[in-house]
């Protein structure tokens, strides 16, 4: 060792815990381990004698341009060498560390200018083979040289252990207390359309709602439901219900501007705050649900500056989420003057909750896990359905539901189900519908009652995917003719309440079991359908018989639903521009069809943020048109319209009419003239 005068090490890259042990030089190293793109070596020792220089040559990471190592600090004490290296944070571990080997280089003291050289081919690393001068000249060795691990090289990196998997405790249990069947075993009717599905927590009721402005309760017995009282609580359509956290309230806003309260036990008056957002405004009011008096309680006016389209509550941290439609997502309690509460995140900047405004998408509907933690939504247009962990406003989980996704794992063949050209092309254009304005609002995810399992329809059928595991474990209704919107899932026992610990329900005690005996149900709407779906255990389902006609529909053909509803209509409208008021005059009676679409897409939002792309000079300023260029816009009823002639006439200025690309293909598109054009 007193003859070494310099020593050198090469680490090529490697992967894996590699230990390489040089006994004859004293070499220990030990793991490499990665920290913040500095790899620092665990500890390289080299006893050595104090004149002893080291240097550690560059290291290649694939690029082709070799990084530095640097960071020598030398122990004259104890004859430690221990060398740090330091990497730039853009070069790839994954390129960096794949393999290691020592390099060794020795310049004997005789006195030549040159060192004389003794390298071991990186070969006779891998197989172990003896190459030292003395072996190779026969020369004796000590006993501190005759061991047989002296020229041993390192060991070969073992294959690296398989990722194991993650597995969710008694998931098998949860997966049970959902429903077997992946067929509907039967279904029931509301006169019209179905919009929303609600089961109370505790009272075991079913409420659904139709856009009549039906709603229907029923009871969940020992196996199915039964009917008990149908209203007529809205004079036009339900837009939003919500039910309070133990059960017994129930409340629905109606695009009729009444907001009804139903008390789910007497079907009389109840008692709960009610938040409720406005249609057109940013403004949050909250209400007494007793109904003494008519005006808000309090209004939450600075929050929000776009129109809110869904909030919930978090009855564990008695905290609700409330998010617009330019994606803002806020946190409020009525505990804290209506402010954040301080058992959340501190600062919105430390969150995930800008995902939404960076992805240029609002959420649809936002609803909370069963036991707090978590959150998920449903955007558009990006159509991903997100999991947020509630405190910290962190994301956990992102599924991508968008339509280029699904055709690119069609065409790919690694969707759930391969479906033939024309069933895929028949589905996704039901895809491309529930795009409208009039129907995202009814699309929704659910947990389950372990808020381990998220639900929600897709083009292949409801997915129940396990959050924790991030797998599809169940498919619901994938060959059924419906695509499933709006979800409510019953697990409790109808026969027991009774305190069940998990680890009791997964126990072999009969007794336990049959008391405890489950009737879980899942209920769910279809896109265009007058019927709600029901998913149960029952494996033995009849085709001509699950489809109960308990109600005589208004309309044969369920298509035409929306065309049947009563036409929205208006005398007078105000278009806000940048540049100030437009009031304008409308003529139903001359233009019934262009009145109800103009009508429509302006309740809608549709005409929100559009601009005039079309002016021209002393003849007209042409607006609707949300993609800006001309190109865009549809009709409320998904398709062109035929033009409509009556006595008015363009002989004056500051007309205004539908603009099209040839006879009966209006859209969206209008025009204001602003001179007389008899031509037109």
């Not at 501190?144 to 990722?163: F, N, R, V």
């Not at 109370?200 to 196996?223: E, H, N, Q």
């Not at 409330?322 to 997502?329: I, Q, R, Y």
């Not at 995902?355 to 959150?375: H, L």
Request: charged share 25%.
């Amino acid at each position: 060792i007193s003859d070494i005068r310099r020593q050198s090490m090469v680490f090529y890259p490697f992967l894996g815990d590699t230990e390489i042990r040089d006994e004859k030089r004293k070499l220990h190293r030990d793991i490499v381990k990665h920290d913040g793109g500095v790899f620092r070596l665990g500890s390289i020792i080299l006893q050595t004698p104090d004149y002893f220089g080291s240097e550690l040559h560059q290291l290649d990471d694939g690029s082709g341009q070799p990084n530095r190592c640097c960071n020598f600090t030398h122990n004259s004490i104890t004859s430690w060498l221990i060398a740090t290296i330091e990497v730039p944070k853009d070069s790839r571990p994954s390129c960096l560390l794949k393999e290691a080997y020592v390099e060794t280089r020795i310049m004997v003291l005789d006195g030549s200018e040159e060192p004389s050289t003794l390298k071991r081919p990186r070969k006779d690393f891998e197989t172990g083979a003896d190459t030292s001068p003395a072996s190779n000249n026969g020369q004796a060795k000590g006993s501190d040289d005759t061991s047989s691990e002296d020229d041993i090289g390192p060991a070969l990196p073992s294959s690296a252990p398989l990722k194991k998997r993650r597995k969710l405790p008694y998931e098998k249990l949860y997966i049970n207390a959902l429903p077997s069947s992946q067929r509907y075993s039967k279904s029931l009717m509301h006169k019209d359309q179905l919009s929303f599905l609600t089961i109370t927590p505790y009272t075991d009721f079913l409420i659904t709602s139709s856009i009549d402005g039906v709603v229907k309760f029923w009871k969940k017995v020992a196996v199915g439901i039964e009917a008990v009282k149908e209203f007529k609580a809205h004079l036009s359509e339900i837009r939003s219900v919500s039910v309070s956290q133990d059960g017994r309230s129930y409340a629905t806003a109606g695009a009729d501007k009444t907001i009804k309260i139903f008390d789910v036990i007497t079907f009389g008056a109840s008692i709960p705050l009610l938040a409720v957002s406005e249609d057109i405004g940013h403004a949050i009011s909250i209400y007494d649900g007793r109904g003494e008096t008519q005006s808000p309680l309090h209004t939450i006016s600075s929050l929000h500056r776009s129109t809110v389209t869904a909030m919930a509550y978090n009855n564990e941290h008695g905290c609700a989420i409330s998010v617009d439609e330019s994606g803002m997502v806020e946190y409020w309690s009525p505990e804290t003057a209506y402010e954040k509460p301080k058992n959340v995140w501190e600062y919105k900047s430390s969150t995930d909750l800008f995902a939404f405004k960076k992805a240029k998408s609002a959420p649809a509907s936002v609803i909370t896990s069963p036991d707090g933690a978590t959150f998920a939504t449903f955007s558009f247009p990006d159509r991903q359905v997100r999991i947020f962990d509630f405190t910290s406003g962190k994301l956990l989980r992102s599924y991508d539901e968008s339509i280029a996704t699904i055709t690119d794992m069609q065409q790919a063949g690694t969707s759930l189900q391969k479906l033939d050209d024309v069933e895929f092309g028949r589905r996704l254009a039901v895809e491309r519908e529930i795009e409208n304005p009039a129907v995202r609002n009814k699309i929704n995810v659910i947990f389950d009652e372990s808020s381990n399992f998220i639900m929600y329809g897709s083009i292949m059928g409801v997915k129940v995917v396990n959050t924790f595991t991030n797998r599809v474990v169940k498919v619901y209704g994938k060959d059924e003719p419906f695509r499933s919107l709006n979800l409510a899932l019953y697990q409790g026992q109808p026969q027991k309440k009774g305190v069940v610990t998990v680890s009791m329900a997964a126990s072999a005690n009969p007794l336990l079991q049959e008391a405890e005996e489950r009737d879980p149900m899942l209920v769910t709407t279809g896109s265009g359908k007058v019927r709600f779906y029901i998913f149960t255990n029952e494996e033995e389902i009849t085709k001509s018989t699950r489809d109960v006609q308990n109600e005589k529909p208004k309309h044969l053909n369920a298509r035409n639903q929306l065309e049947a509803k009563p036409a929205e209509s208006g005398s007078a409208a105000i278009i806000h521009t940048t540049y100030g008021d437009i009031h304008i005059r409308l003529f139903p009676e001359a233009a019934p069809k262009a009145v109800e679409n103009f009508v429509t897409h302006s309740k809608n939002g549709y005409y929100n943020a559009t601009k005039f792309h079309r002016i021209i000079k002393k003849f007209m300023i042409q607006c609707g048109d949300p993609l800006g260029d001309g190109t865009g816009g549809e009709s409320i009823w998904g398709k062109e319209f035929e033009d409509e002639f009556s006595t008015l006439k363009h002989d004056k200025p500051y007309t205004v009419s539908m603009a099209n690309a040839g006879p009966n293909t209006n859209g969206s598109q209008f025009f204001i003239t602003t001179e007389k054009t008899p031509w037109l």
